[in-house]
């Protein structure tokens, strides 16, 4: 039996996806919301502002929230908090929290707050759409525009022909579902879904951007995951696309937690504190001497703790301390 595949991720690629996204989400998801929002004016990701009023990702990576300012074409209110949650497995408290989410939030910023939930997980029938509490005649309650993922299941020629790239993200996470951690039929899908990116005549930004999603939600065991770049490297010589430089971050971004465990086993210190600075000198900027001598007198299990951190930290003190 072939070694079964390590864990997905839902949460990081989503939140990347919708970043960056952010129309072609809404058009995708929630059209008629879509067409409520005056896209003339800029929208604004209040990431670290939602974290600081107490949400975070579940300990499982199974849940991502999106806070997004905006603005109405009504032009009724200045802008509007439009909270977006992801949720990748049922959760029979879904309803509670998002009433719990939603009433943080305008507590925090004195005006109405929108939620939405696309439904990632594997639940045809789970389609919660309200929460209501009732004592004594008080009534406390929530409703919430939802989508399903699993609808979009029966629609494969019509994810694959779409210029949508949140239509492409979609089937990436329905066949990372439906591959349920087989790595032969994940490495098959990966590959698949790796030429349509070539398909559509992205710009180089979202082809980069969307490597960066199928890498972290459709992950491989290592023997696989080398099989998949080498097959890139060709696919990219053979299209003549000038994305090397960027893809191979990229990987070896994905990879430098496989690597530096590799590293570590064997022996190999300055190979994995090599490997180690050259990742956070990509993602933040070139080190100090401080971090440098750091990193040369970290022990091992210090080195791998960091590897861990690297993929999510948005900060080098975040990976440092």
Request: net charge neutral; proline share 5%; aromatic share 10%.
């Amino acid at each position: 039996m072939p070694a079964t595949t390590p864990s997905a991720r839902y949460d990081v690629p989503w939140k990347l996806a919708i970043t960056h996204a952010f129309h072609d989400f809404m058009v995708f998801f929630f059209p008629a919301i879509c067409s409520e929002i005056d896209w003339s004016q800029p929208q604004r990701f209040r990431d670290k502002e939602l974290a600081g009023i107490g949400f975070g990702a579940d300990p499982d990576g199974m849940v991502a929230d999106e806070l997004v300012e905006l603005y109405l074409r009504s032009g009724q209110m200045d802008w509007v908090p439009l909270h977006i949650e992801i949720q990748a497995q049922y959760d029979a408290s879904l309803g509670r929290r998002l009433l719990d989410y939603n009433y943080r939030i305008f507590n925090e910023y004195g005006r109405p707050v929108a939620s939405l939930v696309l439904l990632a997980d594997d639940a045809p029938s789970w389609r919660p759409k309200v929460f209501r509490s009732e004592a004594l005649g008080a009534v406390l309650s929530i409703s919430f525009p939802i989508a399903k993922l699993l609808d979009y299941a029966a629609r494969a020629d019509e994810l694959r022909v779409s210029d949508n790239p949140i239509a492409w993200v979609v089937q990436v996470h329905l066949r990372t579902q439906q591959a349920r951690h087989d790595p032969d039929q994940l490495y098959l899908a990966k590959w698949e879904l790796t030429k349509q990116l070539y398909q559509h005549n992205w710009s180089q930004e979202r082809i980069i951007v969307l490597f960066k999603v199928i890498n972290w939600m459709m992950v491989l065991p290592q023997p696989y995951q080398v099989r998949y770049w080498k097959a890139v490297r060709r696919l990219n010589k053979e299209l003549r696309m000038e994305l090397m430089n960027s893809l191979e971050q990229m990987f070896f971004d994905n990879g430098v937690k496989q690597g530096l465990k590799q590293g570590l086993e064997q022996g190999r210190k300055e190979q994995a504190v090599a490997l180690l600075e050259r990742q956070l000198s990509r993602r933040f900027g070139p080190l100090s001497k401080t971090a440098r001598n750091k990193l040369t007198r970290a022990s091992l299990a210090q080195l791998e703790a960091w590897g861990d951190a690297l993929l999510e930290a948005q900060s080098l003190k975040q990976v440092l301390g």
